[in-house]
């Protein structure tokens, strides 16, 4: 349920948040007490920028964990933000649907959240999602929509799926939102928000405990505000360690293409992008464009709603069946595709998939990692696609072309931002295939302090 807790006016931004690893020094040395810390952050939760962000918080719990953490701990104590999508014991998950409203309390944590409190996290609440996660706008006609905090005049999206965890990390309620990615869940609303989301090879983190969208394509995964606390959490929900190479940036060799992954980029995205090139040029880094003509059989794997229709509908077939009426009709619109996917079509589409990998693979062999705008435009007026169906959907699909295109590769992703003061959020995307998790994760660090020099 949501906080009953009345809400205040947004403070005025004052500069960028201090990221978990800052605070995590703070505390060790004395410069700031972690009660002090979370009380101003269940202080920004009940803010009215995060209006409609959690549909669920349990402040009491969070002193307590924050309270009895290791202070050595990789999240020492720290708030995190969990997805309605994820388990954690003693609560419901809904996956912000009405369709289920009657969902007992689960038993059991999943291992994502279960592994955020073994690492010392804070559970603060359940965020906000776009229903069931099938969507990259961000809308919520049952909970309401959170709104990107970019822009303090025009409410704009969030992105989503994973909207309220992406606006829990982007107000600085949390330091860690955790999200899944499917197309663009986590780094679609990373991008809009002005804040990093590690999408990482889909393997690695386990999946159990968190309700499936597509069970081929579903990643486990959060949101930050650096790179570096990209790394914690992805240590945390991987259980591994990231190999830190500290190499120069002038020792990657990067990909980029004009090919489909630029196409309808707006004037801010594209100047973002060229300057970022720009940047990593004079920083020495080798950036060679690319041909990538697989990227023109997306349209061919993504046919009739692809796997994540097929996959959906398998899920959802007996609650539509009972309760079709309650589900938003934008999101059992696109679940409703996969009835028409017959048992052949999904395996030719999972050959194909697979065919499509070994290309792309062997087309990217050489090169460190691709960089692209993470999505092609900055975050709309959110009136422009709240009753306009044919603006959401078109708008939808711009949103998850780029990011899809790491999905079905099977790879993975970091979106971080490279916009200028005074310009809406872009997102920046360092991307490459399967377990090149830890080589994109050494690249965006250098990128990260190359595009924060500049700014």
């Not at 070994?358 to 993470?374: C, H, I, K, Q, Y």
Request: aromatic share 4%; with cysteine.
């Amino acid at each position: 349920m949501p906080s009953s807790t009345a809400k205040t006016s947004p403070a005025p931004a004052t500069g960028p948040l201090a990221d978990l690893v800052a605070v995590r020094g703070q505390l060790r040395t004395g410069q700031a007490g972690r009660s002090e810390v979370l009380e101003r952050c269940m202080a920004t939760a009940q803010n009215s920028a995060c209006e409609h962000v959690f549909l669920h918080t349990q402040f009491d719990e969070a002193r307590a964990a924050s309270a009895a953490a290791n202070p050595t701990s990789p999240l020492a104590g720290l708030p995190v933000s969990v997805k309605d999508l994820f388990d954690t014991q003693g609560w419901p998950t809904r996956a912000a649907s009405r369709v289920l409203a009657g969902a007992r309390p689960a038993a059991h944590d999943a291992v994502a959240v279960a592994r955020l409190r073994a690492a010392g996290g804070a559970v603060l609440g359940r965020t906000n999602m776009v229903e069931f996660a099938y969507a990259g706008v961000g809308l919520n006609p049952h909970f309401g929509t959170p709104v990107n905090v970019a822009d303090a005049v025009t409410p704009r999206i969030p992105g989503g799926s994973s909207s309220g965890a992406a606006v829990s990390v982007a107000t600085g309620a949390v330091f860690v939102g955790l999200g899944s990615d499917t197309g663009g869940s986590i780094r679609i609303p990373a991008a809009l928000n002005g804040i990093v989301g590690f999408k990482p090879t889909a393997r690695l983190v386990p999946t159990d405990g968190a309700l499936p969208l597509s069970t081929t394509l579903d990643t486990v995964c959060a949101m930050t505000r650096s790179v570096r606390d990209a790394i914690v959490a992805y240590e945390v929900l991987s259980a591994t360690d990231v190999l830190r190479t500290h190499r120069p940036l002038s020792s990657y060799r990067v990909a980029w293409t004009a090919h489909t992954l630029l196409d309808g980029a707006d004037s801010t995205v594209a100047r973002a992008f060229e300057r970022s090139l720009t940047l990593l040029r004079a920083a020495g880094a080798t950036v060679e464009e690319i041909d990538l003509p697989e990227l023109a059989d997306i349209a061919h794997l993504q046919a009739g709603g692809g796997l994540t229709a097929a996959e959906s509908y398998a899920w959802h077939r007996p609650l539509i069946a009972e309760h079709g009426a309650l589900y938003d009709p934008r999101v059992v619109s696109r679940i409703l595709r996969g009835a028409n996917i017959s048992a052949a079509d999904y395996i030719d589409l999972l050959l194909a998939r697979k065919i499509w990998v070994a290309r792309m693979t062997e087309r990217l062999a050489g090169f460190d990692a691709v960089v692209s705008p993470t999505v092609p435009v900055v975050a709309p007026p959110l009136a422009s696609v709240q009753h306009d169906d044919a603006e959401y959907f078109r708008l939808n699909a711009l949103l998850l072309r780029n990011t899809t295109v790491v999905n079905l590769l099977d790879g993975c992703a970091i979106s971080l931002p490279c916009h200028q003061p005074g310009e809406l959020p872009v997102g920046l995307m360092l991307w490459h295939g399967a377990l090149k998790d830890d080589a994109v994760l050494n690249l965006a660090l250098a990128v990260e302090a190359t595009l924060q020099t500049r700014r």
